[in-house]
């Protein structure tokens, strides 16, 4: 599950970069909306990562 966790992050920061790079304006904040799931995301496996 954890592996699953990162897997997902990884996935939406390359989605932001590959439609903030290539798609520019088009699609607006949706982008950014990517970013800010896997900023989520990360926050959420640091914060339950540490727990046995």
Not at 4 to 18: A, F, M, R, S, Y
Not at 34 to 40: D, G, N, S
Not at 43 to 52: E, F, K, M, Q
């Given at each position: 599950?954890?592996?699953?966790?990162?897997?997902?992050?990884?996935?939406?920061?390359?989605?932001?970069?590959?439609?903030?790079?290539?798609?520019?304006?088009?699609?607006?904040?949706?982008?950014h909306i990517?970013?800010?799931?896997?900023?989520?995301g990360i926050?959420?496996?640091?914060?339950?990562?540490?727990?046995?």
């Open positions: 599950m954890k592996d699953l966790i990162w897997l997902i992050v990884v996935i939406l920061i390359i989605g932001w970069v590959v439609g903030y790079f290539g798609f520019g304006e088009s699609v607006g904040s949706l982008i990517l970013l800010v799931l896997a900023v989520i926050l959420y496996r640091l914060a339950t990562g540490r727990n046995p």
